[in-house]
């Protein structure tokens, strides 16, 4: 028995019971857990990209603030801040 889905051009094969409808019903199984796998698959891929861009590298470039306690500065690079604080004596 083979089986095409046509939206997404799917191809299953069965052979394994000696009845017609045995081979349609384990080949409709397949089917629908081979399209199951898929849409799995684009789900956690969709999910692992947008996390991606989320999340920093964490290399020494991709920090967060700077600190320069001599001049009393602090830069914060995700916002593009600079504050300039005054340290007491």
């Known amino acids: 028995m083979q089986l095409t889905h046509k939206p997404s051009g799917l191809v299953v094969v069965c052979q394994v019971e000696r009845s017609q409808h045995g ?4 080949a409709m199984q ?9 849409e799995y698959q684009r789900h956690h891929g969709d999910i692992a990209s947008k ?11 991709a920090k967060i603030r700077t ?12 916002i593009n801040m600079k504050f300039t604080i005054s340290i007491p004596l």
């Open 51 to 61: 996390r991606k861009s989320l999340v920093s590298t964490g290399d020494r470039s």
């Open 23 to 26: 081979n349609r019903a384990r």
């Open 30 to 38: 397949m089917l629908a857990t081979k399209l199951y796998d898929l």
């Open 67 to 78: 600190y320069n306690w001599p001049q009393g500065r602090i830069t914060d690079h995700r």
